[in-house]
């Protein structure tokens, strides 16, 4: 999982572009990259960590230009890639190209194949990332042929070849030196990517971005979402064009995305993810009802952050107490990194501190987001239990995860998911916990559907294994099962190359 940005403005973009990426910092903490157009010249600057810790004054004042794009990384499994990796990625030709992704391809290897050994293009890492800018810059120059000049046809047919070739979640944003930017999306829709304005001194200026959220601090106003297989195209004096370039598209997007990732002041396909978040909370309460006796629980209490919307409708819906019994220490490092489970578990506790005298002598309702590894709840649970509560509940806000994520959410193997084989008794065994309530995934899909009833279907296949891209079989799930530990055994000894999926567990819940 990234965020991706990108803006063409009368207006040097710079500084809007960073200000942009601290809106979308939470989809990615582990590098940070912008790309800003002067003519038909690219001045770039990327790197690892936080935004506030990649850009210092001297290289914002290289980033020149009225047009830009920028990208936000989330690290990966035991090793958050080599600074290679960072995007955007440049090609040289046609004409000059940067891109930044948010997603996951799941076809990498076979385009890997083509790319350097048909296309007889370079690919430098092992990001997906760079396969589809190239990929991208093969069609084009197909498009273009032995034209000197590119055309609006040439990018739209270009980006038409990519949906044909490519495989997988995809929302890009792209720079073609001396004409403009360009940005376009999966046919499902999977990776969320939407379009803003802003009208001054007769201009218009517009702005992409993987959320809504980042357009009003920047004096953008929401348009509306890029559909599914759309591309736009904004020209460097800023004439917006768009096409439809799929065949057959469908609005799909990932249900994970309105149960942790996206800020809950975004708007995404329709939806405000807060309205949902609210929304879960009372669907899952009638599950509560039906699964314990109510009289079994005297107060709810979120596991921060994610959760408090749903755990104050849940309250609020069954007549309970909510409480803040769980405080965030938010500058302990993220415990999916640490090398050991001693390590991880001692984190755990640095980063959640109880506050005692709200588990004295109470039977408690702890409410979270999702129920990945287990290995959080199960500390959380032995928390509450050692300030007093007479008994401990979970409930989760998302359905039970069984099955890994190929789209841009890099969750644990099958193995690893406490869920995987399990009932939701057996897990409660788990953890440690008296009883575990999850979300059913027809409530969770019936949540978002009602907001808007415009999207055809979900992508829900870490909660029911439907992988709707359908070229995600169970030898590709064995590969990547293979291929993640083999990067988690190498991770402690030497840096790798991997892929810029987002990595969730638990213990990176926030």
């Known amino acids: 999982m990234c965020g991706v940005l990108g803006i063409v403005a009368h207006e040097p973009v710079n500084q809007l572009l960073y200000d942009g990426l601290q809106m979308l910092q939470h989809r990615g903490q582990d590098a940070a990259g912008i790309v800003t157009a002067q003519g038909t010249m690219f001045h770039m600057h990327k790197g690892k960590g936080m935004v506030r810790d990649v850009f210092r004054t001297r290289n914002m004042r290289d980033l020149l230009g009225h047009a830009g794009i920028a990208h936000v990384r989330y690290p990966t499994a035991g090793n958050a890639g080599s600074s290679a990796e960072a995007q955007p990625f440049y090609v040289n030709s046609p004409f000059g190209i940067v891109l930044a992704h948010n997603g996951n391809l799941t076809n990498t290897d076979e385009l890997y194949q083509n790319v350097c050994f048909t296309d007889l293009?370079?690919?430098?890492?092992?990001?997906?990332?760079?396969?589809?800018?190239?990929?991208?810059?093969?069609?084009?120059?197909?498009?273009?042929?032995?034209?000197?000049?590119?055309?609006?046809?040439?990018?739209?047919?270009?980006?038409?070849?990519?949906?044909?070739?490519?495989?997988?979640?995809?929302?890009?944003?792209?720079?073609?030196?001396?004409?403009?930017?360009?940005?376009?999306?999966d046919p499902f829709g999977i990776r969320p990517l939407c379009l803003g304005q802003k009208q001054e001194n007769g201009h218009i200026d517009y702005i992409v971005a993987s959320e809504s959220v980042a357009f009003p601090s920047l004096g953008y106003e929401y348009v509306r979402d890029i559909v599914p297989g759309e591309a736009v195209f904004i020209t460097m004096d800023g004439k917006l064009f768009s096409q439809q370039c799929a065949e057959n598209p469908k609005l799909m997007p990932c249900l994970f995305e309105y149960v942790y990732f996206a800020r809950p002041d975004s708007v995404m396909d329709g939806v405000s993810v807060y309205q949902a978040r609210l929304n879960m909370g009372v669907t899952l309460a009638e599950k509560v009802k039906r699964t314990i006796n109510l009289d079994d629980i005297d107060v709810v209490m979120p596991i921060p952050d994610t959760s408090r919307p749903s755990a104050m409708e849940l309250a609020q819906h069954l007549g309970k107490p909510y409480r803040e019994g769980l405080f965030k220490n938010r500058y302990i490092g993220r415990t999916f990194i640490m090398p050991g489970q001693a390590v991880r578990?001692?984190?755990?506790?640095?980063?959640?501190?109880?506050?005692?005298?709200?588990?004295?002598?109470?039977?408690?309702?702890?409410v979270d987001d999702s129920i990945v590894r287990g290995t959080t709840s199960r500390e959380i649970v032995e928390m509450a239990r050692q300030s007093g509560a007479t008994?401990?509940?979970?409930?989760?806000?998302?359905?039970?995860?069984?099955?890994?994520?190929?789209?841009?959410?890099?969750?644990?193997?099958?193995?690893?998911?406490?869920?995987?084989?399990?009932?939701?008794?057996?897990?409660?065994?788990?953890?440690?916990?008296?009883?575990?309530?999850?979300?059913?995934?027809?409530?969770?899909?019936?949540?978002?559907?009602?907001?808007?009833?415009?999207?055809?279907?979900?992508?829900s296949s870490c909660f029911d294994g439907r992988y709707i891209t359908g070229d995600v079989d169970e030898a590709y799930l064995e590969r990547l099962s293979v291929g993640k530990q083999s990067t988690r055994e190498a991770a402690f000894v030497a840096p790798g190359l991997v892929d810029h999926s987002v990595r969730v567990s638990d213990e990176d819940e926030e």
């Open 345 to 366: 578990k001692k984190s755990v506790r640095q980063k959640l501190n109880p506050m005692g005298y709200e588990f004295q002598g109470k039977s408690v309702l702890l």
């Open 121 to 185: 293009r370079h690919i430098n890492t092992r990001s997906d990332s760079e396969v589809l800018l190239n990929v991208f810059a093969r069609e084009l120059e197909t498009q273009v042929n032995d034209h000197t000049q590119l055309h609006l046809d040439n990018i739209f047919n270009a980006v038409s070849a990519v949906h044909q070739r490519v495989r997988g979640a995809y929302g890009v944003v792209a720079l073609i030196a001396g004409y403009g930017l360009l940005a376009f999306r």
């Open 391 to 459: 008994k401990v509940y979970f409930a989760s806000a998302a359905p039970a995860v069984r099955y890994p994520n190929v789209y841009g959410i890099d969750m644990p193997t099958r193995e690893e998911l406490i869920s995987n084989g399990r009932t939701a008794e057996q897990v409660a065994e788990e953890i440690g916990a008296d009883g575990v309530i999850f979300q059913d995934l027809s409530d969770l899909q019936a949540v978002v559907n009602t907001l808007n009833p415009k999207i055809e279907g979900f992508d």
